[in-house]
């Protein structure tokens, strides 16, 4: 299974349209090549380098398997007319929250992580990461990842 993001530039770098020092949309996403079977897909995408340990920054998930494309922008509501819902990240918001390390630390890394799961799964909204990946940890049939790093700069003065 193979998937991508405009969030992610050339470079490996988090284009900041995407993070907290801009607009703070949720980017666009597309995949393809899920595994025979699958019946719905989940993503998480999450900071590795969090103080605090992993950071979630969106959490999506009952996405139909006819759907393989993430538009940007996607608004804050719990569950999308098709029946996609979002949960809630570890700023203790529903849906998507971008990249937003502390000043001046180093590049931290974020990590989208697209699951194909083997069943629709039924699924309350307003879920957090660990509820999800319990519901779905039997049936997941395959994962694709991207990487991407996002630093945020301490502007000097004068």
Not at 49 to 73: E, M, R
Not at 128 to 133: C, G, M, N, T, V
């Amino acid at each position: 299974m193979w998937m991508s993001t405009v969030a992610i530039q050339s470079n490996g770098q988090i284009d900041s349209r995407y993070t907290c020092d801009s607009d703070d949309s949720s980017p666009e996403i597309h995949w393809k090549g899920e595994p025979a079977g699958t019946q719905s897909f989940a993503l998480l995408i999450e900071d590795t380098d969090a103080p605090h340990g992993v950071f979630t920054h969106w959490l999506i998930y009952n996405i139909p398997v006819q759907i393989h494309h993430l538009p940007a922008g996607i608004p804050s509501q719990e569950v999308m007319p098709n029946g996609i819902c979002q949960g809630i990240n570890s700023f203790g918001k529903l849906g998507y929250s971008g990249p937003c390390p502390p000043l001046g630390s180093a590049p931290h890394h974020y990590y989208f992580k697209l699951f194909a799961v083997k069943k629709a799964p039924i699924i309350r909204s307003r879920i957090k990461k660990d509820e999800l990946l319990r519901e779905i940890s039997s049936d997941v049939l395959a994962t694709a990842e991207v990487v991407g790093t996002y630093q945020r700069r301490v502007m000097k003065a004068g």
